[in-house]
Every structure is written in C-alpha cells, then in structure tokens.
C-alpha cells in the first residue's frame, strides 16, 4: 500500500479526517495509517480494531499523536458502544470486509448522534466498467481468502444511503498505483438525520 498512499491515498485521509472535531470512533482502525490525521478539534478518539496484530502496530501509531485516544478490541457487530456516543463515525478501507455490511451500516447508524457524521472512504464494484466489475466477480472468491474477507463487488456507496444515511458530500474516483480490481473507490460524508 505504500504506493498507493504516495499517489494520493494519503491526501485523501488527510482531506477527510483533518477538519473533524468531538467525539470520534474509528471502526477497523488498522495499523493506524489515519491517526496522524486526525485534528486537534477532536476531543476523543477511539480506535476499534478486532485484530491483535494490526492493534500493537495501531497502539505504537497512536502514542505518537497528542489527540486523547483510546486503542479498542473491538469489531463493528455489533459496536460495544452505548446508542447515540459519537460524533462522528470513520471508516477506510473496511467495509469491504465485514461479514455483513448492512449490520455494520446499522450500528454506526445506531452509536452516532443525531446530526453526526459518518466519514467514509471505501473501495466498491466498479459497475460503470462491465468489463472490470466481471473480472471482479470472478477475482472475488479467490481474493476473500486471501484478503482477510475483502468484497470486490459490494456496492457501498449505494448501501450507505440505504441505511438511512443522507449523503452530504461523495466522491467516486480511481485509487491511482493499486491493484485494478480494488482501484474504484467511493468516499464522502454522510449523516444521520437529526
């Protein structure tokens, strides 16, 4: 991924992530490529990530930010969070994954405050290319086992609306220097409605 963040993936989080501010939860949080970016508007971090090798290298991310922070073992079905505890609700490059997208849309939906934000950047289907989104069908099987789970053809960006979310601002643009089957991305902000 390192290529990738150079050819803009990493403006992007920094386009992203930069301006939030109050209470943020982080879902899949990784290795912790999004903490530097964080703001000092945010006046609490929480970094979910339910596997213990990406959280040692998320937990000696995070001590380099000065952002109050707190490192959880926690996946996102469901969240271990109370209705209605954040501000905002990040997520990059995770959806793809998660054994069920439309659960996970309903617990950020459920542990954000009305009016919050959810922040999202993700790779989807590449459906306005036929003949990508075929290749992508068929790399599909293969790639879960080996990708920790990664969908190629799920349509996130559609979904998050779907979930009672009210799209504010999105963005479909390709992810330059990666493979070509996870290049077409979605990202934006979305909220909950008041």
């Given at each position: 991924m390192?290529?990738?963040?150079?050819?803009?993936?990493?403006?992007?989080?920094?386009?992203l992530?930069?301006?939030?501010?109050?209470?943020?939860?982080?879902?899949?949080?990784?290795?912790?490529?999004?903490?530097?970016?964080?703001?000092?508007?945010?006046?609490?971090?929480?970094?979910?990530?339910?596997?213990?090798?990406?959280?040692?290298?998320?937990?000696?991310?995070?001590?380099?930010?000065?952002?109050?922070?707190?490192?959880?073992?926690?996946?996102?079905?469901?969240?271990?969070?109370?209705?209605?505890?954040?501000?905002?609700?990040?997520?990059?490059?995770?959806?793809?994954?998660?054994?069920?997208?439309?659960?996970?849309?309903?617990?950020?939906?459920?542990?954000?405050r009305?009016?919050?934000?959810?922040?999202?950047?993700?790779?989807?289907?590449?459906?306005?290319?036929?003949?990508?989104?075929?290749?992508?069908?068929?790399?599909?099987?293969?790639?879960?086992?080996?990708?920790?789970?990664?969908?190629?053809?799920?349509?996130?960006?559609?979904?998050?609306?779907?979930?009672?979310?009210?799209?504010?601002?999105?963005?479909?643009?390709?992810?330059?220097?990666?493979?070509?089957?996870?290049?077409?991305?979605?990202?934006?902000?979305?909220?909950?409605?008041?």
């Open positions: 390192a290529k990738t963040e150079e050819a803009g993936l990493r403006q992007w989080r920094a386009d992530l930069g301006d939030l501010s109050g209470e943020v939860l982080e879902i899949g949080a990784g290795t912790g490529l999004n903490v530097s970016h964080y703001g000092p508007g945010v006046t609490r971090l929480v970094l979910a990530e339910p596997d213990r090798f990406m959280r040692s290298k998320l937990v000696q991310r995070a001590q380099l930010t000065d952002v109050p922070h707190e490192v959880v073992d926690a996946g996102v079905d469901p969240l271990p969070f109370a209705d209605e505890s954040f501000d905002v609700v990040v997520s990059t490059l995770v959806l793809c994954s998660v054994p069920d997208e439309v659960a996970a849309l309903e617990e950020i939906h459920r542990v954000l009305p009016g919050g934000r959810f922040v999202y950047l993700e790779h989807v289907a590449a459906i306005e290319n036929p003949k990508r989104h075929k290749w992508q069908g068929r790399i599909e099987p293969f790639w879960k086992r080996c990708a920790g789970n990664c969908h190629l053809t799920r349509t996130t960006d559609q979904a998050i609306p779907e979930a009672g979310f009210e799209l504010v601002e999105t963005r479909r643009e390709s992810m330059r220097q990666s493979p070509p089957w996870v290049r077409v991305t979605t990202r934006g902000v979305a909220t909950k409605p008041a």
